[in-house]
C-alpha cells in the first residue's frame, strides 16, 4: 500500500503529528494532488548538502513545480483546491526555484514524519492485536512524564498569579491602614469633641479590622510563597530526573548508534524524537524560571519576615538551580548530526551538519550564532574536558571553517552545514615504540556562542567529533580504517579520550567483523566463515573452540599473519573491498564460499565429480579470489584439486568473475552439484558472434580467460568462439607470483591465468593467424594434466 493511502487511515494523535508537519512551506493539498509522484522520487537518495546533487535537485525542483501546475490548471471540480494550488504554485516558485535543496530538505523531512506516523500506528495496532499490556514503551513514559510538568507549570503559574493578586490587594488594604493612622493621627491632634472622638472611635475600629486582615494576608502570602517554592523544588527536581533520563541515556545512546553505524550498524535516527523531548524541557525550564524570577521580585516588593527562614533566598537558589538545568540542556544539545569522515585525507573535501535541538524554542536564530570548527589531537581532547573551556590552540589548518546557524522553519531545526571544509596541514605528536599515524587519533572540535534572553544568558557551546584518523596517502587506509574500526566498536561512553582496551573477547571481535562485511557487502557472515576468521586472527586452526578466547590489537591489525607481510586486518580488509566493488551479487546469492582453508577445500572437492569448483578467497593475496576445481586423471585414476592463481580488483575491473568462470569449459559444477550455467549464467556479459561496429567505427575486442591446454578438454572452443585461445592480463599479478594457499599439482612453477606475455599463444600483430575458424588438431592422449598445470603442495 502507498505511504499517503495509509496516511488517510491515521487517526487521533499520529494524524495531528503529520498535520503539524505541514503548512504554507509546504501545503498538506499539494501532498494530496502529487502523493503518488512525490513518492515514485528518489527523496532518500539526495543528500541536499552535497554539491554532487546539486543538478539532480535543481531538475527535481523544476519538475516538481511543473508537475504542480499542471495539477492546478486541471482541478475544475472544487473551487478553493484551485485557489490553494494557485497560490502553492507562486509560493514554491518565489521560494524554491532558487534554493531547490531546501525544497528536498522539506520533503524528505516531511515524507519521515510521516513514516514515523504510520510506523508508530501499525506498532500500536499489533500490540492492540496481541492484547499486550506490558509497561509504557520509553516514548510513552517520556511524553507522559512531560505532560505532567507541563500541568505542574500551568497549576504553578494559577497560583502565582493568585499570590499577586493577593499581593496587591494586600498592598491597597497596606495604604488603606496606612491612611487611617493618618487621619486617626490628624484627629488625635485635634480637640477632642464628641464628634471627632466618635470618628477617631470608627478610624481606630476600621483601622484594626484592616490590620488584622493584613496580618491574615501577610500569614497567607508568606504560605503560598513557601507553597510555591516546595512545589518549584518538586518540579525542579522531577526535571532534572527526565532531563538525565533524555540526555545521559537517549542522547548518548543516540551518539552509540551514530559511531556503531560507522561500523555498519543498522542506525535507528531519532534525532528529531530527541528535539522533540528537549524542546518540552527547555518550554517548561523557561517557564519555571520566569515563575520563579517573578516570586524574586514580589518578595523583593515586598518583604515579609517568616519564621520558615528567608524565602527570598530559597527563591535565589531555586533561580541557580533551574539556571544550571537550563545550562546543562542547552550546552548537552549542541549536537553534530553528520560526522565528518573518520579517516580524513589532508587537502580532501568533506562536509559535516551541527545543530543546536533547542535553539528554535529560544529564539537564538534571531542573532544568528557563528560557529568555528578546529582539529585537535587527543592530549588536547583530554585538556578541553578537563578544563570545560573552550580551545584557542589547533593541530592543524582547516580550509572554510566558520559557519552561520540557520533556522529552517520547515523542520524546526537550527543547524548549519559545512560543505566544503578540506584539511591542509595537520601537527603529529612524536610517536612512542611501534605507533604510526594511522594510529594517532584527533577530533573535529566545534564551537559557538550565543545569547538568549534579551542577552541576560550568554552560552558557550561546544561539542567533539568521534575520533579522526588524518592520512595523507590512500595505501594508509586499511590501517586507518582498523583503528577506527576498534575505537567505533569498543569505545566506553564517558571514556578519557580516545581511551579503548587492548584486547577484546573474540565474540565481540566476531560481531564487529559480521557488521562490517554485512554492511559492505551484504550478506553477513556465517558460523563457519566466523570460525576460520578466528584461526586466521588466532593463527592457530586446531583450536574448535574460540569463544572464551581475547583477541589483542597487535593480532588485530599489527603483527603480520605467519609468513606473510600483512596483517589480520589488512588481509579482511582486502577481502571485503574486492567483495563490495565486484563481488557482491555472487556472495550475496551465495555462489562464493569464500572464507575456506586449501586443505578444506580439497578435502570438499575430492568427494565431488570432475569438473566440479569452488571460490575462495586467497591467502597469500591481498584482495585475491582463487578457483578450486577438481580433476580425474585418467591414466593415474586419481583425483587431483588444482588452484588458479587468484584474481584481483585489477582483473575484475577487465573481465567479470562470472565471465571468467563461464570462459574456463573444464569447470562443470558449482560446489555441491549445482550446473554452472545455472549458478553464474544470469551473471554472463550477453554476447554474440557479429557485433557491429560501435559509435567510433571500431569493432570492440573481447578478452577471454585462457588456461593453456584445459580448455580443450572439455568442448574444445573458448565461451566466444571467434576468439583466440588465450588471454591478455597486463595488470594481473606478476608470474612470478607464488600463493602456496592458491597452487595444485607437483611443480615449483606457479600457475596463472594467462598472466605472462611468454604464454601467449597469439601475436597482436598476426591475429589473423589464430582466428577462431582455424582447425588444430590436438592429441589428447598425449597431454598429462599433472604437466600443463603447476601445483605445490606446501600450506
Known amino acids: 500500500m502507498a505511504q499517503w493511502a495509509k496516511l488517510q487511515q491515521l487517526q487521533g494523535e499520529a494524524l495531528r503529528q503529520v498535520q503539524n508537519v505541514y503548512g504554507e512551506h509546504f501545503p498538506l493539498e ?13 527523496w532518500s537518495e539526495i543528500d541536499p548538502d552535497n554539491h554532487l546533487h546539486d ?3 535543481a531538475s527535481l525542483c523544476a519538475s516538481f513545480i511543473q508537475e504542480l501546475e499542471k495539477k492546478a490548471s486541471e482541478e475544475d471540480s472544487n473551487f478553493i483546491m484551485k485557489i490553494k494550488l494557485d497560490e502553492a504554485v507562486v509560493y514554491f516558485r518565489d521560494n524554491y526555484s532558487n534554493n531547490p535543496q531546501q525544497l528536498v530538505r522539506v520533503v524528505k523531512h516531511c515524507l519521515q514524519a510521516e513514516s514515523k506516523a504510520i510506523q508508530l500506528a501499525e506498532n500500536l495496532c499489533v500490540q492492540m492485536a496481541n492484547q499486550l499490556q506490558g509497561p509504557s514503551t520509553i516514548h510513552q513514559e517520556i511524553s507522559q512524564h512531560l505532560d505532567k510538568l507541563k500541568k505542574k507549570t500551568q497549576e504553578t503559574e494559577e497560583e502565582l498569579r493568585r499570590m499577586q493578586q493577593e499581593q496587591e490587594s494586600f498592598v491597597i488594604q497596606y495604604q488603606e491602614s496606612s491612611k487611617r493612622q493618618a487621619q486617626i493621627q490628624q484627629l488625635t491632634n485635634q480637640t477632642n469633641t464628641q464628634t471627632n472622638l466618635e470618628m477617631l472611635t470608627k478610624l481606630q475600629r476600621d483601622k484594626e479590622l484592616l490590620d488584622e486582615a493584613l496580618r491574615q494576608k501577610a500569614s497567607s502570602l508568606v504560605q503560598q510563597r513557601q507553597v510555591l517554592a516546595d512545589r518549584h523544588k518538586d518540579t525542579l527536581l522531577q526535571v532534572h530526573s527526565l532531563q ?4 545521559d541515556d537517549e542522547l548518548i545512546k543516540w551518539k552509540r548508534n551514530q559511531q556503531l553505524a560507522g561500523n555498519g550498524a543498522v542506525f535507528d535516527n531519532n534525532l528529531d524524537q530527541i528535539q522533540e523531548w528537549c524542546e518540552y524541557l527547555v518550554e517548561i525550564i523557561w517557564q519555571n524560571r520566569q515563575q520563579i524570577k517573578r516570586v524574586e521580585m514580589l518578595c523583593t516588593q515586598l518583604p515579609i519576615n517568616s519564621s520558615m527562614g528567608n524565602i527570598l533566598e530559597k527563591f535565589h537558589s531555586l ?3 533551574i539556571t544550571g538545568l537550563l545550562s546543562s ?3 548537552s544539545t549542541f549536537v553534530i548530526e553528520k560526522l565528518p569522515p573518520q579517516v580524513m585525507k589532508t587537502n580532501t573535501r568533506f562536509t559535516a551538519t551541527v545543530r543546536l535541538l533547542v535553539g528554535g524554542k529560544l529564539n537564538v536564530h534571531m542573532t544568528p550564532p557563528q560557529v568555528k570548527v578546529t582539529i585537535i589531537s587527543e592530549a588536547q581532547a583530554n585538556s578541553l574536558l578537563k578544563n570545560k573551556v573552550g580551545m584557542t590552540e589547533a593541530s592543524g589548518e582547516i580550509l572554510n571553517n566558520t559557519g552561520t546557524m540557520e533556522y529552517h522553519h520547515a523542520t524546526r531545526q537550527l543547524s548549519v552545514s559545512f560543505r566544503n571544509m578540506q584539511l591542509r596541514k595537520i601537527k603529529r605528536a612524536e610517536k612512542k615504540g611501534t605507533e ?10 566545534f564551537q559557538s556562542e550565543f545569547k538568549v534572553g534579551g542577552e541576560e544568558l550568554v552560552f558557550r557551546v561546544w561539542t567533539l567529533s568521534l575520533p579522526v584518523v588524518v592520512i595523507v596517502h590512500g595505501n594508509q587506509e586499511p590501517h586507518a580504517w582498523a583503528t577506527v574500526t576498534w575505537d567505533n566498536a569498543f569505545a566506553e561512553p564517558g571514556r578519557v579520550p580516545f581511551a579503548v582496551p587492548d584486547k577484546v573477547p573474540w565474540l565481540q571481535m566476531a560481531e564487529v567483523l559480521n557488521m562490517k562485511f554485512r554492511a559492505a557487502c551484504g550478506q553477513g557472515l556465517s558460523a563457519e566463515n566466523l570460525q576460520y576468521l578466528a584461526t586466521k586472527g588466532f593463527r592457530n586452526s586446531q583450536i574448535q573452540d574460540f569463544s572464551n578466547m581475547v583477541i589483542t590489537w597487535s593480532q588485530f591489525c599489527k603483527e603480520p599473519l605467519p609468513d606473510r607481510n600483512f596483517t589480520f586486518w589488512e588481509w579482511f580488509y582486502a577481502i571485503m573491498k574486492v567483495t563490495r566493488e565486484h563481488l557482491r551479487v555472487l556472495w550475496n546469492d551465495g555462489v562464493i564460499i569464500g572464507f575456506i582453508s586449501r586443505r578444506k577445500a580439497e578435502e570438499m572437492l575430492l568427494k565431488r565429480p570432475s569438473g566440479s569448483f569452488l571460490l575462495r578467497f586467497s591467502d597469500s593475496e591481498l584482495g585475491g579470489v582463487t578457483i578450486a576445481w577438481v580433476v580425474e586423471d585418467p591414466q593415474q585414476e586419481t583425483m587431483d584439486v588444482f588452484m588458479l592463481q587468484p ?7 577487465i573481465r567479470s568473475l562470472a565471465d571468467r568462470i563461464n570462459d574456463l569449459k573444464h569447470l562443470s559444477y558449482l560446489y555441491p552439484d549445482i550446473p554452472k550455467d545455472q549458478a553464474f549464467g544470469k551473471y554472463y556479459t550477453p554476447y554474440t558472434e557479429n557485433q557491429p561496429p560501435s559509435s567510433n567505427g571500431y569493432v570492440k575486442p573481447v578478452l577471454v580467460t585462457h588456461i593453456p591446454g584445459w580448455t580443450g578438454m572439455s568442448s574444445g572452443m573458448d565461451s566466444y568462439p571467434g576468439t583466440p ?8 599479478p606478476d608470474p612470478s607470483y607464488h600463493d602456496s594457499s592458491s597452487m595444485a599439482g607437483g611443480s615449483d612453477q606457479p600457475m596463472h591465468a594467462g598472466v605472462a606475455v611468454s604464454d601467449m599463444d597469439y601475436d597482436f600483430l598476426n591475429m589473423d593467424l589464430m582466428s577462431g575458424d582455424m582447425e588444430v588438431p590436438v592429441d589428447f592422449s598425449s597431454i598429462n594434466v599433472s604437466d600443463l598445470v603447476a601445483y605445490t603442495k606446501r600450506e
Open 329 to 331: 540542556l542547552v550546552t
Open 725 to 732: 585461445q588465450s588471454s591478455f592480463h597486463p595488470q594481473s
Open 244 to 247: 538525565t533520563r533524555v540526555l
Open 436 to 445: 604510526s599515524v594511522m594510529d594517532e587519533k584527533f577530533s573535529l572540535l
Open 647 to 653: 584474481f584481483t580488483s585489477r582483473d575484475f575491473t
Open 55 to 57: 543538478n539532480y535537485a
Open 30 to 42: 499539494v501532498r494530496f494532488v502529487l502523493a503518488q509522484w512525490i513518492e515514485d522520487k528518489p
Open 319 to 321: 533561580n541557580s538551580e
